[in-house]
Each structure stands twice: as structure tokens, then as C-alpha cells.
Nanobody, 124 residues
Framework: QVQLVESGGGLVQAGGSLRLSCAASGRTFRTLAMGWFRQAPGKEREFVAAISWNDGNTYYLDSVKGRFTISRVNAKNTVYLQMNSLEPEDTAVYYC?????????????????WGQGTQVTVSS
């Protein structure tokens, strides 16, 4: 079992920044691929970013490339999502997810464990 707890969400004006954190426990964190997803009201859950467990490989949603950065500190069992130049369209509940597979995925149903989410609201 893996427990994931997100933090760092909040209300920010357009153009601002937030850093989300996801603390993991219950399994060797360094062997987990980690991802961030988001879900806006009335919309399906959407992939945002992912990072591999071993070689630092990353994937991003096209609309966040150059604005968001995913990173991890294995010694702290934590993955981060630095979000800059935020736009109202980024407003959503952001979820952290862990994948036991060695293949980095952008698909929600490939992830095995999920956090409860943290709200990010970007005002115009």
C-alpha cells in the first residue's frame, strides 16, 4: 500500500505561482513512477505531468510545458509540481498518483494509488 498526501494548493491570481507537494509513505518511494493529474468541474480527470522512478524522465501536458515542472526528492519521499504563469484554465483539483509499473504513463487508469487532491484556483 502507498499513502499519498498532497499540499500546497490555494487561490492565486493569473500569472502567479504555486508549488504542490505530494508526500508518499508505505512503500519504497524511489521505485514508484509519480504523476500529477487534475480535474476541473464538469470535466474528466486530465494528465498534467509525470516523472519516472529511475532516470528522471518526464512527460507534460502540452498546455503546461514551459510553465510547470515536476520533480522528486527520493530522500524526502516527496514529489513536487512547480506551477508558474498560472492561468484561469489551470483551475482544478490536482491529484498526485503513484504507478508501480516501470513504464512511465500518462493514463490515469495505469496509476495504482491516488491522493485525495488539493484545490488550485486561479483568478483572472
Amino acid at each position: 500500500q502507498v499513502q499519498l498526501v498532497e499540499s500546497g494548493g490555494g487561490l492565486v491570481q493569473a500569472g502567479g505561482s504555486l508549488r504542490l507537494s505530494c508526500a508518499a509513505s508505505g512503500r519504497t518511494f524511489r521505485t514508484l513512477a509519480m504523476g500529477w493529474f487534475r480535474q476541473a468541474p464538469g470535466k474528466e480527470r486530465e494528465f498534467v505531468a509525470a516523472i519516472s522512478w529511475n532516470d528522471g524522465n518526464t512527460y507534460y501536458l502540452d498546455s503546461v510545458k514551459g510553465r510547470f515542472t515536476i520533480s522528486r526528492v527520493n530522500a524526502k519521499n516527496t514529489v513536487y509540481l512547480q506551477m508558474n504563469s498560472l492561468e484561469p484554465e489551470d483551475t482544478a483539483v490536482y491529484y498526485c498518483a503513484a504507478d508501480l509499473s516501470v513504464v512511465l504513463s500518462t493514463t490515469a487508469n495505469e496509476y495504482d494509488y491516488w491522493g485525495q487532491g488539493t484545490q488550485v484556483t486561479v483568478s483572472s
